[in-house]
């Protein structure tokens, strides 16, 4: 079984300022995880994915998380927002193929001028 | 390369009316799946395929039908439309490592905007 939750339904930061998406998994087994963008009315972008490599995954457009097993958590962020980085956020996991991805509810960044 | 294409990107349906939605994908991936996603909510898998033959049940599967005759192909059938089934389907495929890690990524499709009225 395996299951994501993401901490925050919405996050709000100031262009320039760092984000921090919060997200933390359960999973029977040895899991990839991935962080993937979706802007509005578009389809589902990946950012960054990690499979067991290296803890800290750097992604696209600047972003990167850690895997950290002790805590059950793989965090987003990013060192300086931009107002492009307005979307939306899953956090998903997946530590089987024929169970799928497993999506979290999703946090809505939303960066302020 | 085209990754996943889904067809077609809008469709309004009568209620008891039916449709197939239909999903190539051009990476000889074994793996294909069938998502729909509900306003703010993640995706919930809906069917999946491991190959071309085997198709099983993801957590959303009532009211859907699948099929996967060749590797590229796995169209989502809708056979009695309702409203609850307005929603934006994504499909997907998948990679494995075959090693036994699971280290493998997903290629999306655009996704299928339906809405049921």
Redesign the interface.
């Known amino acids: 079984a395996q299951s994501v939750t993401q901490l925050d339904s919405h996050v709000s930061v100031s262009e320039g300022t760092p984000v921090l998406l919060r997200c933390n998994y359960s999973s029977s087994?040895?899991?990839?995880l991935?962080w993937y963008v979706q802007h509005p009315n578009?389809?589902?972008q990946?950012l960054l994915?990690y499979?067991?490599a290296a803890t800290l995954v750097k992604g696209i457009n600047g972003f990167e998380a850690e895997f950290k097993k002790s805590e059950t958590s793989f965090h987003l962020t990013k060192p300086s927002a931009h107002m492009s980085d307005a979307a939306e956020y899953?956090c998903?996991v997946?530590?089987?193929?024929?169970?799928?991805?497993?999506?979290?509810?999703?946090t809505h960044l939303i960066i302020q001028p | 390369n085209a990754g996943v294409t889904q067809t077609p990107k809008f469709r309004i349906l009568k209620i008891g009316q039916s449709m197939t939605l239909q999903c190539t994908q051009d990476m000889n991936h074994n793996?294909m799946?069938w998502?729909r996603q509900d306003p703010?909510?993640?995706?919930?898998?809906i069917y999946?395929s491991?190959g071309a033959g085997i198709t099983?049940k993801?957590e959303v599967p009532n009211g859907y039908n699948v099929s996967r005759s060749t590797t590229e192909d796995f169209p989502l059938r809708l056979e009695l439309a309702a409203p609850s089934q307005t929603s934006v389907y994504?499909c997907?495929s998948?990679e494995?490592s075959g090693t036994g890690?699971?280290?493998?990524?997903?290629t999306?499709?655009?996704?299928t905007r339906l809405t049921v009225v």
């Open positions: 087994y040895s899991p990839s991935f578009k389809g589902l990946l994915k499979t067991s899953f998903v997946s530590a089987d193929p024929r169970d799928g991805l497993t999506f979290g509810k999703g | 793996y799946y998502y703010g909510m993640g995706l919930k898998l999946y491991v099983d993801g994504f997907a998948s494995t890690g699971y280290r493998y990524g997903y999306f499709g655009s996704g």
